[in-house]
């Protein structure tokens, strides 16, 4: 039996010799990674072109706040995650394509997201609690259920009657998501516009409905009646608009969903909730850790020991 004098240097070397080949064949390990895939629904009602909210220091409509906000958080998913982008107006949400992967197709979801604009609105009304039940059956009926990402001031237009609100037509919490809130908590004039979204000055109280129509607008014992002020409308108010909060609060809790307003930090927390995750198997390049590895090995040439070992031949 005879031992070899092996130097720990000479070793140091072979072993980053023997990483960085490895680095050629490309090693991959299976890896289960939360990813996300949402439909995000933006709000181009006329309530939307509001100018209360300051991005980068400029004043600033809601609807291109939340595009803007929405852009920075888009491109920042983890690759694998999907977006799909939705508008809507009237009654009723409108899909515009379906969710595809962020980092292959980020110049697609860039390039739409700014073309949506308030002129894509087919109608004045905002109905906001239709809009989101229209968006939660889109999901349903696309692959795998995305979650709903529905971006709103929650201004319904004409006003809700509380005793003929529309009904759930889904169980809560069937489709994951979360509503947005965007505006000021003080009530703006709102923008009129014609169908090229040329501007034509503000509404005026007389131009919009104050009441439901389908709430009787009678007196008794010297009492008007009024919607509910869960429902956030404003009687006599209703041509100013502020962000509805406490009615999107009460649409995101009876559809299971969670509610967060437009910043960035919380949007950013909301977009990649837990509850909002999905679990995707995919596979990790092992080059970058091999080669650090490989590199810190070289570094120990340059230690000031002489360390050395005898192994048995």
């Not at 706040?65 to 852009?71: P, T, V, Y």
């Not at 888009?74 to 515009?96: D, Q």
């Not at 007389?206 to 007196?219: E, K, L, T, Y």
Request: hydrophobic share 45%; glycine share 6%; aromatic share 6%.
């Amino acid at each position: 039996m005879k031992r070899l004098r092996i130097d720990l240097r000479s070793a140091c070397l072979l072993a980053a010799a023997l990483l960085l080949a490895a680095t050629f064949s490309r090693p991959l390990w299976p890896l289960d990674r939360p990813r996300f895939e949402h439909v995000v629904v933006l709000d181009v009602t006329q309530s939307m072109n509001v100018l209360d909210e300051v991005w980068d220091g400029r004043t600033v409509s809601r609807l291109d706040a939340a595009k803007s906000a929405l852009r920075r958080e888009v491109e920042s998913l983890p690759c694998g995650s999907k977006i799909g982008w939705a508008i809507f107006t009237e009654y009723r949400a409108y899909l515009l394509f379906t969710p595809v992967e962020v980092c292959a197709h980020r110049a697609e979801l860039r390039d739409a997201l700014g073309r949506i604009d308030s002129r894509m609105a087919w109608s004045g009304n905002s109905e906001v609690a239709k809009g989101l039940h229209s968006a939660l059956g889109i999901a349903r009926q696309l692959p795998g259920v995305p979650s709903v990402v529905f971006v709103t001031d929650g201004h319904e237009a004409p006003p809700l009657d509380p005793n003929q609100r529309p009904p759930l037509e889904s169980k809560p919490g069937e489709v994951a998501g979360v509503i947005v809130g965007v505006g000021a908590a003080k009530p703006s004039p709102i923008p009129k516009s014609d169908a090229l979204g040329r501007p034509l000055g503000f509404w005026a109280a007389d131009d919009v409905a104050q009441i439901s129509p389908h709430q009787p607008n009678r007196d008794l014992n010297g009492r008007d009646e009024v919607p509910a002020a869960a429902l956030g409308a404003t009687r006599g108010s209703e041509h100013l608009s502020s962000l509805r909060e406490g009615y999107l609060r009460l649409l995101a809790g009876e559809n299971g969903l969670s509610f967060t307003r437009l910043r960035e930090d919380e949007l950013k927390a909301a977009l990649r909730a837990p509850a909002l995750a999905r679990p995707v198997r995919t596979r990790v390049d092992l080059r970058n850790a091999l080669a650090v590895l490989a590199l810190l090995l070289l570094l120990l040439q340059w230690l000031p020991w002489r360390p050395s070992a005898r192994i048995a031949a």
